[in-house]
């Protein structure tokens, strides 16, 4: 039977020995150890103009040496950073970017962050002498749809990279082999949209094949569909050596799994959105390694009503009431710090306009809903996330497409905004918490927001990536 307790009574604080516990099953291995050295702010929108960023990986394993460390640094993914001038002049690379950009109704691109976000790496191998030859899909096109082609991209791409980029109307093919044999050292030559196949998708041996015959290497920075094993994103690199991650991929691999399984302490996790049924796997796998969670959005009411209370009309998922009572438990056996929120604004209806009242968490009126965390929760919130030196967050506290809603998830984001301020590594992993920071134009300010939706939902839910996992292995470095 659960438990009548209120949700503010919910405060696990852990226990010296169950931290012990907890601590020893996650001893920095090997493979993280680099980073023990404090990560480089990198935050997303910055990527594009930090110079530096192209030496990232390089440096990441230079740093370890001279710390001294021994043993062998393994299971990591072999870079772009790593390949020299030499691996690269005159070198023909396959390069897998995700420039799936909005477009209006005439073709202008609404927001240039995925092409900003790939600039990096193409601007690494162009001036190592390599000629790139970039794919990308667009959209959800079936077979060859104009309104889909990869065109209006190339004016924005020449901006960034101050040269030419040159244009196929196809990704495989006769066509394209001329244009990929005329392309000079440095140059760049843009595919067409790799979905207008769609063998793309069915990760078609023979036409991973046809796209791989057209370089001599492959580089993959497309994060966003790292998740999907697509000719583009896997099948090509059965065919292509090395196959190397870009500066992208890297940095959401360095955050989401480095900074995530080896964090400064100590370590809290935000989780909201709609639905526990969605994020059951991120909540389980943060569980095993945070300090402190906090949950908030509409699955707080599906963990109220394990407890016996009256959640009013609120979101309530009745087949996960079990599963919401085990992981509370698993909270308390674990040693973490579990806080749902302690009040939340209710709403006589799903609207922008509906009357609202903040009540208890314990005293949610018959025929309201609750849509957002209350001002006492914030306030519980802030001063648990105080403690913190590392902040994942991932789904809103409520609402927050709704004036009326948005208190708790843009006091998460500005709380997060100050936080980083001080030094707190700060992940925004995905989906809607990133839609968040940027109303709040707190972006800028966070250690690392993901380009990703659902690859970064199964990076944090503990899962391999086919398009991560196909990359060359980093070389061992003896340190
Ligand atoms: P997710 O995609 O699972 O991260 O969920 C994001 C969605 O959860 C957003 O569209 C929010 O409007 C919604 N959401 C957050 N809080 C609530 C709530 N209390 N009731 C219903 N939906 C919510």
Redesign the pocket.
């Given at each position: 039977m659960a438990s009548a307790a209120t949700p503010g009574s919910l405060s696990f604080l852990p226990t010296t020995s169950s931290r012990t516990t907890s601590r020893n099953r996650y001893t920095p291995s090997l493979s993280t150890a680099f980073l023990r050295t404090p990560l480089r702010r990198l935050g997303f929108s910055s990527v594009a103009i930090d110079p530096l960023l192209s030496l990232h990986v390089a440096a990441k394993t230079r740093s370890i040496q001279g710390k001294g460390v021994k043993g062998v640094v393994s299971m990591v993914k072999k870079s772009v950073g790593d390949l020299t001038a030499s691996d690269l002049k005159g070198k023909k690379v396959f390069v897998r970017a995700d420039l799936n950009v909005p477009l209006d109704d005439n073709q202008n691109i609404t927001d240039d962050t995925r092409i900003r976000a790939a600039i990096p790496t193409i601007k690494h191998l162009i001036s190592n002498g390599a000629k790139v030859i970039l794919s990308s899909h667009l959209g959800r096109p079936k077979g060859v749809t104009p309104k889909f082609s990869l065109t209006p991209l190339v004016p924005r791409i020449s901006e960034l990279l101050g040269i030419k980029v040159e244009k196929a109307d196809d990704c495989i093919g006769p066509d394209v082999e001329k244009l990929v044999a005329a392309l000079p050292e440095g140059g760049v030559l843009l595919l067409e949209n790799v979905r207008f196949y769609k063998e793309e998708e069915k990760n078609d041996p023979e036409f991973a094949q046809k796209l791989a015959s057209l370089a001599d290497l492959y580089v993959n920075d497309a994060f966003g569909t790292a998740h999907r094993a697509h000719a583009s994103t896997e099948g090509v690199t059965k065919f292509l050596k090395p196959s190397v991650a870009g500066f992208l991929l890297q940095k959401e691999l360095d955050y989401l799994v480095g900074a995530v399984s080896n964090p400064k302490r100590p370590f809290a996790a935000i989780v909201?959105?709609?639905?526990v049924s969605?994020?059951i796997g991120v909540i389980e796998s943060l569980l095993a390694k945070c300090d402190i969670l906090l949950l908030?959005?509409?699955m707080?009411?599906t963990f109220y009503k394990a407890q016996g209370l009256s959640v009013g009309s609120?979101?309530v998922e009745e087949d996960k009431i079990e599963l919401a009572t085990s992981l509370l438990e698993k909270a308390k056996a674990l040693g973490v710090s579990l806080l749902l929120p302690t009040d939340?604004v209710v709403a006589d209806k799903?609207a922008p306009d509906a009357n609202t009242q903040i009540v208890p968490a314990s005293a949610i009126p018959d025929g309201w809903?609750?849509?957002?965390i209350g001002p006492d929760s914030i306030k519980t919130f802030n001063a648990a996330l105080d403690t913190t030196k590392t902040v994942i967050w991932?789904?809103?506290?409520?609402?927050?497409?709704?004036e009326k809603?948005a208190a708790g998830t843009e006091a998460v984001a500005n709380k997060l905004a100050e936080l980083s301020g001080k030094g707190v590594t700060t992940i925004i992993g995905g989906?809607?918490?990133v839609a968040a920071v940027e109303k709040v134009g707190v972006a800028e300010l966070m250690s690392h927001i993901s380009t990703g939706g659902g690859a970064s939902l199964e990076l944090l839910e503990g899962k391999q990536l086919p398009g991560v996992l196909a990359l060359d292995e980093a070389v061992p470095v003896p340190v």
């Amino acid at each position: 039977m659960a438990s009548a307790a209120t949700p503010g009574s919910l405060s696990f604080l852990p226990t010296t020995s169950s931290r012990t516990t907890s601590r020893n099953r996650y001893t920095p291995s090997l493979s993280t150890a680099f980073l023990r050295t404090p990560l480089r702010r990198l935050g997303f929108s910055s990527v594009a103009i930090d110079p530096l960023l192209s030496l990232h990986v390089a440096a990441k394993t230079r740093s370890i040496q001279g710390k001294g460390v021994k043993g062998v640094v393994s299971m990591v993914k072999k870079s772009v950073g790593d390949l020299t001038a030499s691996d690269l002049k005159g070198k023909k690379v396959f390069v897998r970017a995700d420039l799936n950009v909005p477009l209006d109704d005439n073709q202008n691109i609404t927001d240039d962050t995925r092409i900003r976000a790939a600039i990096p790496t193409i601007k690494h191998l162009i001036s190592n002498g390599a000629k790139v030859i970039l794919s990308s899909h667009l959209g959800r096109p079936k077979g060859v749809t104009p309104k889909f082609s990869l065109t209006p991209l190339v004016p924005r791409i020449s901006e960034l990279l101050g040269i030419k980029v040159e244009k196929a109307d196809d990704c495989i093919g006769p066509d394209v082999e001329k244009l990929v044999a005329a392309l000079p050292e440095g140059g760049v030559l843009l595919l067409e949209n790799v979905r207008f196949y769609k063998e793309e998708e069915k990760n078609d041996p023979e036409f991973a094949q046809k796209l791989a015959s057209l370089a001599d290497l492959y580089v993959n920075d497309a994060f966003g569909t790292a998740h999907r094993a697509h000719a583009s994103t896997e099948g090509v690199t059965k065919f292509l050596k090395p196959s190397v991650a870009g500066f992208l991929l890297q940095k959401e691999l360095d955050y989401l799994v480095g900074a995530v399984s080896n964090p400064k302490r100590p370590f809290a996790a935000i989780v909201g959105g709609s639905k526990v049924s969605s994020k059951i796997g991120v909540i389980e796998s943060l569980l095993a390694k945070c300090d402190i969670l906090l949950l908030g959005g509409g699955m707080i009411f599906t963990f109220y009503k394990a407890q016996g209370l009256s959640v009013g009309s609120s979101l309530v998922e009745e087949d996960k009431i079990e599963l919401a009572t085990s992981l509370l438990e698993k909270a308390k056996a674990l040693g973490v710090s579990l806080l749902l929120p302690t009040d939340v604004v209710v709403a006589d209806k799903f609207a922008p306009d509906a009357n609202t009242q903040i009540v208890p968490a314990s005293a949610i009126p018959d025929g309201w809903m609750g849509l957002d965390i209350g001002p006492d929760s914030i306030k519980t919130f802030n001063a648990a996330l105080d403690t913190t030196k590392t902040v994942i967050w991932n789904g809103p506290m409520g609402v927050f497409e709704f004036e009326k809603f948005a208190a708790g998830t843009e006091a998460v984001a500005n709380k997060l905004a100050e936080l980083s301020g001080k030094g707190v590594t700060t992940i925004i992993g995905g989906g809607d918490s990133v839609a968040a920071v940027e109303k709040v134009g707190v972006a800028e300010l966070m250690s690392h927001i993901s380009t990703g939706g659902g690859a970064s939902l199964e990076l944090l839910e503990g899962k391999q990536l086919p398009g991560v996992l196909a990359l060359d292995e980093a070389v061992p470095v003896p340190v």
